[in-house]
């Protein structure tokens, strides 16, 4: 074992059926079966991970991790319905239809479960598979409470970490070393305030300390991993209490550096509170079932950067289309260093800023056209949002949305009657000026943006 591995001077427990609450009814049927095939054939076999941390405080796992002492080989043996993945670790997923069960066998802390870091040491594998005992097994994982094994054979939780203490007490905390661990592994910051705030627990005090001091090593991350895990964090119904923790534990600036900085110098905090109320919002729809959309989150959580950035541009004196398009791209540019936030995500939510400054227009065609926008709806309720940081969103609010509500020719009548006569059959108001369409200057093709943007 590795000196690392300041394994808790805590002696291993078994305890009993009935002094906890995991019961097989919320055990997923597949995942039974596993346990029990394993069980018939000889081997050891445990649900593991978050599922039993989850099924401890009452909640609904989604998924059901399993550990064995069989190899990936013996399990593969036992199931008809079984692949074998990973290159370097391989696991057994065993399929039954849309569930898969994920079977692991023990391993020893060769592996630090990152999926970060390549241990080639000048092209030479270091390790191959390891495999362990239940014991290593449980010091490899990252928190306490996630080292928790339910035995199929006498229904017992095995804790070799002291995690049923802490699952009881709600705290999260590192097995071994804090700083070492989280060396080893940055996203283990982020899983210690996400799993707080899904969980409603508290970082415990040595596990939390050093997480402000690291919080840059994020950025030495897999920005694809931080991607997944930033959908954890802000999709699965806790989005307010862990942006709260993360600004909290000193991480927001980690993962957003320039939304972190524009935060900070807003000083009346309304962009702080429109970010809270779209988090409030998506986490009432996860709780209602409703869709939510990654766009939409990305576009509340860097707004705050693409407004500092636009500001920016604009007081060099850049005409404020071009400014949107250009800072549009550079926050989006800048936050990929860190996170890898996909095309088909990052163009629907550069379209969404870019609408915004469309909505205080009320020529007939223009509206007309809006309104046919296929990001109209992800872009009006992001304006509906705008409105916690400032109110003077409220009357195109309003008007937009009575505009999607009305029959088509009411609206075309409402719009020409308030347009003035002299407003043509195109729904152009002549008085006003009909600028050429300048180039956008970026040549990033059209994001939709018309050229009487807000001044
Ligand atoms: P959730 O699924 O609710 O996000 P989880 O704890 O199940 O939480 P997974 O990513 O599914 O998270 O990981 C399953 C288990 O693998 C964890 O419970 C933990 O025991 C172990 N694990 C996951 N990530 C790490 C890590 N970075 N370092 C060490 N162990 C880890
Ligand atoms: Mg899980």
């Avoid at 805590?10 to 029990?36: C, E, F, G, T």
């Avoid at 002492?69 to 036992?78: H, I, M, N, R």
């Avoid at 409703?290 to 950067?305: G, H, K, Q, R």
Wanted: proline fraction near 5%; aromatic fraction near 8%; hydrophobic fraction near 40%.
């Amino acid at each position: 074992m590795q000196p690392t591995d300041k394994t808790p001077a805590v002696s291993p427990r078994s305890i009993p059926r009935d002094q906890h609450n995991v019961s097989r009814k919320d055990v997923s049927p597949n995942a039974l079966r596993v346990l029990y095939r394993l069980r018939e054939a000889g081997f050891g076999a445990y649900l593991v991970g978050g599922a039993v941390r989850d099924l401890l405080v009452g909640g609904h796992p989604k998924d059901f991790d399993v550990a064995t002492d069989a190899t990936p080989e013996q399990v593969k043996q036992l199931f008809r319905n079984c692949r074998l993945i990973g290159r370097r670790f391989r696991l057994a997923h065993v399929v039954f239809g849309r569930e898969i069960i994920e079977v692991a066998t023990f391993r020893s802390n060769a592996d630090d479960g990152s999926g970060d870091r390549e241990v080639h040491d000048g092209g030479r594998l270091l390790r191959d598979n390891v495999y362990g005992t239940i014991e290593e097994d449980a010091v490899r994982r990252d928190f306490t409470a996630n080292a928790l094994y339910y035995a199929i054979e006498d229904f017992s939780v095995r804790d070799y970490v002291g995690g049923f203490e802490d699952v009881r007490n709600k705290v999260m905390r590192l097995i071994g070393d804090p700083e070492t661990r989280y060396r080893e592994d940055p996203v283990r910051m982020l899983r210690a305030v996400r799993l707080a705030a899904k969980l409603g627990f508290e970082v415990e005090p040595d596990t939390a300390a050093p997480i402000p001091v690291l919080a840059p090593l994020l950025k030495e991350s897999a920005p694809a991993r931080l991607f997944e895990e930033c959908l954890k964090l802000f999709l699965s119904g806790h989005g307010v209490a862990s942006f709260e923790g993360l600004e909290r534990h000193g991480l927001l600036a980690g993962l957003f550096p320039e939304t972190a900085a524009a935060l900070k110098s807003n000083r009346s905090g309304a962009l702080r509170r429109m970010v809270l109320a779209g988090l409030r919002n998506t986490d009432q729809r996860v709780a209602n079932d409703e869709p939510v959309s990654p766009a939409f989150l990305f576009a509340l959580l860097l707004w705050p950067a693409y407004c500092r950035a636009l500001m920016q541009l604009q007081s060099q004196g850049m005409h404020a289309v071009e400014a949107q398009r250009r800072a549009a791209d550079r926050v989006t540019v800048h936050q990929l260093d860190t996170i890898a936030l996909p095309r088909r995500f990052s163009l629907p939510m550069q379209e969404i800023w870019l609408l915004q400054t469309r909505f205080s227009q009320r020529q007939r065609k223009r509206v007309f056209r809006l309104l046919a926008h296929p990001r109209f709806r992800a872009a009006f309720d992001f304006l509906a949002l705008r409105m916690a940081a400032s109110d003077e969103h409220a009357a195109d609010v309003a008007f937009w949305r009575e505009a999607q509500t009305q029959p088509g020719d009411a609206l075309a009548a409402q719009l020409d009657s308030t347009e003035g006569p002299a407003a043509d059959g195109e729904g152009r108001a002549p008085r006003k000026r009909r600028r050429r369409r300048r180039n956008g200057g970026g040549g990033h093709g059209d994001a939709g943006v018309s050229e009487s943007a807000g001044e």
